[in-house]
């Protein structure tokens, strides 16, 4: 079983740039592919972005793709979503989740770990 914490989330204004953090413990965090979701009021929660066991392989959301990176660092057993040029639409609640293998890597249904998520709020 593993737990996932977030951190890292706040009140920015737009263009600004946030980094959030995503803390495993419970388990060998190298074996799992990790990927950011997000969700707005009244929304359903959508994929942003992914990073691979290795970190040789990422993947985002086109509404995100070229302002946000995520990456990992398997030694501290953490996941990172470095956000910039941030937009007020990027407000939401922001999960991080885990999962054994990159299939159908932006369909939150085959994630099998989740955190309980961070805010982030960008005004104008």
């Known amino acids: 079983q593993v737990q996932l914490v977030e951190s890292g989330g706040g009140l920015v204004e737009a263009g600004d740039s946030l980094r959030l953090s995503c803390a495993a413990s419970g388990g060998t965090f190298s074996n799992y592919v990790m990927g950011w979701f997000r969700q707005a009021p009244g929304k359903e929660r959508q994929f942003v972005g992914a990073?691979?066991?290795?970190?040789?392989?990422?993947y985002y959301a086109d509404s995100v793709k070229g302002r946000f990176t995520a990456s990992r660092d398997n030694a501290r057993s953490a996941g990172y979503l470095q956000m910039t040029s941030l937009k007020p639409e990027d407000t939401a609640i922001y999960y991080c989740?885990?999962?054994?293998?990159?299939?159908?890597?932006?369909?939150?249904?085959?994630?099998?770990?989740w955190g309980q998520g961070t805010q982030v709020t960008v005004s104008l």
């Open positions: 989740a885990a999962k054994r293998y990159w299939g159908t890597i932006d369909s939150l249904v085959r994630y099998e770990f």
């Open positions: 990073v691979s066991r290795d970190s040789d392989t990422t």
